[in-house]
């Protein structure tokens, strides 16, 4: 393979290599021009939502990406391909077809080496977008540390992901059936820096507040890009992650919530879940025991994730070119 180098923009590194990245022509066009492109994960189409409010939600968060100034790439991997950027009918395909894998870092190599298809996590939604020299990424939540963890050993590749890709990770926090202390531990021991969106407190995805301190406050995307730049002038890898908490009029009712998350947990021990089927299985039975209530607030702290992102990635690609130009 020869040497390809890291200044050269995506598609030109992608035909070099043997790298089978494939950008749509939108994504291509805006990151030759450095414009502003937002990475959206698909795991959250095919395995976050219920069917057909994961294709709505897929629909409407890159509508709110375009509304704010920047272009969406929905990330899969599509016949061994790993692909930034869908066209309606590949997004619809990934919300309808419920044979999708979940694609988690260890899957990535299989799906590449048989040309197979896979929904991406935060993972390795992630690692495309990097490769794609995208610097943001909009989700609804990270994955982390699981209750319990100290036994089953269950951490989500999402941290070690984190660690080690360099950019800006827009998420409502992480849901409160994880062990957050623990979560935002592995997050400092990784290296990432966690930063609150007009807030001192780590959000607790349906809820606006978990009471654990972030690293920073930023009061403006403009603040959060000039970080990920700080970041990555310090040469340090590693994700910069912008927590957003939910709307105030979408928060779910505290009490209510736990009592769902103790049965859900309830059920995922009865049940002997494991590995990679935990989250897939606690989204639902979270879903299923508040009833519309958290898909609806699900719906509404995606779309506020994907308007800042996109106005940060605005921000990101303004700063970058008035750097270049100095
Ligand atoms: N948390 C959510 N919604 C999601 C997920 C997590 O509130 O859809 C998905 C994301 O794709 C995340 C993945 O990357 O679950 C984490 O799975 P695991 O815990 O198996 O690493
Ligand atoms: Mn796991």
Same mark, same amino acid.
């Given at each position: 393979?020869?040497?390809?180098?890291?200044?050269?923009?995506?598609?030109?590194?992608?035909?070099?290599?043997?790298?089978?990245?494939?950008? +749509?022509?939108?994504?291509?066009?805006?990151?030759?021009?450095?414009?502003?492109?937002?990475?959206?994960? +698909?795991?959250?189409?095919?395995?976050?939502?219920?069917?057909?409010?994961?294709?709505?939600? %897929?629909?409407?968060?890159?509508?709110?990406?375009?509304?704010?100034?920047?272009?969406?790439?929905?990330?899969?991997?599509?016949?061994?391909?790993?692909?930034?950027?869908?066209?309606?009918?590949?997004?619809?395909?990934? %919300?309808?077809?419920?044979?999708?894998?979940? %694609?988690?870092?260890?899957?990535?190599?299989?799906?590449?080496?048989?040309?197979?298809?896979?929904?991406?996590?935060?993972?390795?939604?992630?690692?495309?977008?990097?490769?794609?020299?995208?610097?943001?990424?909009?989700?609804?939540?990270?994955?982390?540390?699981?209750?319990?963890?100290?036994?089953?050993?269950?951490?989500?590749?999402?941290?070690?992901?984190?660690?080690?890709?360099?950019?800006?990770?827009?998420?409502?926090? %992480?849901? +409160?059936?994880?062990?957050?202390?623990?979560?935002?531990?592995?997050?400092?021991?990784?290296?990432?820096?966690?930063?609150?969106?007009?807030?001192?407190?780590?959000?607790?995805?349906?809820?606006?507040?978990?009471?654990?301190?972030?690293?920073?406050?930023?009061?403006?995307?403009?603040?959060?890009?000039?970080?990920?730049?700080?970041?990555?002038?310090?040469?340090?890898?590693?994700?910069?992650?912008?927590?957003?908490?939910?709307?105030?009029?979408?928060?779910?009712?505290?009490?209510?919530?736990?009592?769902?998350?103790?049965?859900?947990?309830?059920?995922?021990?009865?049940?002997?879940?494991?590995?990679?089927?935990?989250?897939?299985?606690?989204?639902?039975?979270?879903?299923?025991?508040?009833?519309?209530?958290?898909?609806?607030?699900?719906?509404?702290?995606?779309?506020?994730?994907?308007?800042?992102?996109?106005?940060?990635?605005?921000?990101?690609?303004?700063?970058?070119?008035?750097?270049?130009?100095?």
């Amino acid at each position: 393979m020869p040497v390809v180098p890291a200044t050269m923009n995506a598609a030109d590194r992608a035909r070099l290599s043997s790298l089978p990245l494939v950008l +749509s022509d939108e994504v291509a066009e805006a990151l030759a021009a450095g414009g502003p492109v937002v990475a959206l994960e +698909s795991t959250i189409i095919s395995h976050g939502f219920p069917y057909p409010q994961n294709l709505h939600m %897929a629909q409407e968060v890159e509508r709110v990406v375009r509304d704010n100034g920047a272009v969406p790439a929905t990330v899969a991997i599509l016949d061994g391909k790993l692909c930034a950027g869908l066209s309606p009918d590949q997004v619809e395909w990934l %919300a309808t077809n419920p044979k999708v894998p979940k %694609a988690s870092v260890r899957d990535l190599p299989i799906l590449v080496g048989k040309g197979q298809s896979g929904a991406t996590t935060v993972a390795t939604t992630s690692i495309v977008a990097a490769l794609a020299g995208i610097g943001v990424f909009v989700t609804g939540g990270i994955g982390g540390v699981h209750r319990g963890a100290a036994t089953t050993f269950d951490i989500s590749a999402d941290l070690t992901v984190l660690g080690r890709e360099s950019l800006l990770v827009v998420a409502a926090g %992480a849901k +409160s059936v994880l062990d957050l202390p623990a979560t935002l531990e592995v997050l400092e021991t990784l290296g990432v820096t966690v930063l609150g969106y007009r807030t001192d407190h780590f959000p607790a995805f349906y809820l606006r507040s978990s009471g654990l301190p972030v690293d920073a406050r930023v009061e403006s995307p403009a603040e959060a890009a000039k970080v990920l730049l700080g970041r990555r002038d310090l040469g340090l890898p590693g994700a910069v992650l912008l927590t957003n908490p939910i709307p105030p009029e979408e928060e779910l009712d505290p009490v209510r919530l736990e009592e769902a998350i103790q049965s859900a947990l309830r059920d995922l021990t009865q049940n002997d879940v494991t590995g990679r089927d935990v989250t897939p299985f606690l989204l639902k039975r979270l879903h299923e025991v508040t009833e519309v209530g958290s898909i609806k607030a699900n719906l509404a702290l995606v779309n506020n994730n994907a308007a800042l992102g996109a106005r940060t990635a605005v921000e990101l690609a303004q700063l970058t070119k008035e750097r270049a130009g100095r």
